[in-house]
């Protein structure tokens, strides 16, 4: 049983990467961000306001996304460690953040790569 999941953001990287990592590896792709914020809440903006608390409902962002969701969700319960390797800007940061609260992880792993050779995933650069 593979012990680690590795999650980038495009699918392309897949095959190339589960090559480098190998079988103890499962790799997925999130394909970007995966929800948003849904229509409901104070004016239909998506949040909502209690307190001086914000609180932001989110839902997948179609059926592609909910179905992406499920099967993350379910390689994640065969793994021990998930390590969320999105990219370095402020959309890969949101998607990491936004993945780690739906698939409910306490302390995911991220590492930053630029290229896709097994001493730049070794190092984490």
């Not at 499962?26 to 914020?37: F, N």
């Not at 239909?44 to 996304?65: A, E, H, M, T, W």
């Not at 959309?91 to 930053?112: F, I, M, Q």
Request: proline share 3%.
């Amino acid at each position: 049983m593979p012990k680690r999941l590795f999650v980038v953001e495009s699918p392309g990287k897949i095959k190339k990467l589960s090559s480098i990592l190998g079988s103890d590896w499962i790799v997925k792709a999130s394909c970007g961000h995966i929800r948003e914020l849904s229509n409901q809440g104070d004016d239909s903006l998506g949040f909502s306001i209690n307190d001086g608390s914000i609180k932001c409902n989110y839902v997948p962002r179609d059926q592609r996304f909910k179905e992406t969701i499920q099967k993350l969700k379910a390689a994640v319960k065969q793994v021990d460690e998930v390590i969320l390797a999105t990219d370095l800007d402020r959309e890969g940061e949101t998607s990491a953040w936004h993945l780690k609260k739906v698939l409910g992880l306490r302390d995911p792993k991220r590492v930053v790569y630029a290229e896709i050779t097994a001493s730049a995933l070794r190092t984490g650069r």
